[in-house]
């Protein structure tokens, strides 16, 4: 599977932004997919997964209520609605997907990485 993250720019606080992950050469349905997120001299960290069914999915406790994860398995394509965006939330983001049909927070069961896509929110 190849994964390409996008959507990604500079929003004030307060704003909100789609990413978009698109994924090609197999069948994306039968993987759960997952977000990440890795600031500026910080470890990376898990933002939100979602099942392959879009039945489940976890956030992150400083995403809750702020974002939503999505899928449009006919599009090969999973989404990060973030709205109410904070300068925290400033980050390069990455979209993950692993087989399964758990979801989990470790990025270490992830099987396959996008190349990830700038977020930058001013104060």
């Known amino acids: 599977v190849q994964l390409q993250a996008s959507g990604g720019g500079l929003v004030q606080a307060g704003g909100s932004l789609r990413l978009s992950c698109a994924a090609s050469g197999r069948t994306f349905s039968r993987y759960a997919s997952g977000w990440f997120r890795q600031a500026p001299g910080k470890e990376r960290e898990f933002v939100a997964a979602?099942?392959?069914?879009?039945?489940?999915?976890i956030y992150t406790d400083s995403v809750k209520g702020r974002f939503t994860i999505s899928r449009d398995n006919a599009k090969n394509t999973v989404y990060l609605q973030m709205n109410s965006l904070k300068p925290e939330d400033t980050a390069v983001y990455y979209c993950?997907?692993?087989?399964?049909?758990?979801?989990?927070?470790?990025?270490?069961?992830?099987?396959?990485w996008g190349q990830g896509t700038l977020v930058t929110v001013s104060s």
């Open positions: 979602i099942s392959w069914g879009g039945g489940r999915t």
């Open positions: 993950a997907a692993m087989i399964g049909v758990g979801v989990t927070r470790g990025d270490s069961e992830y099987d396959y």
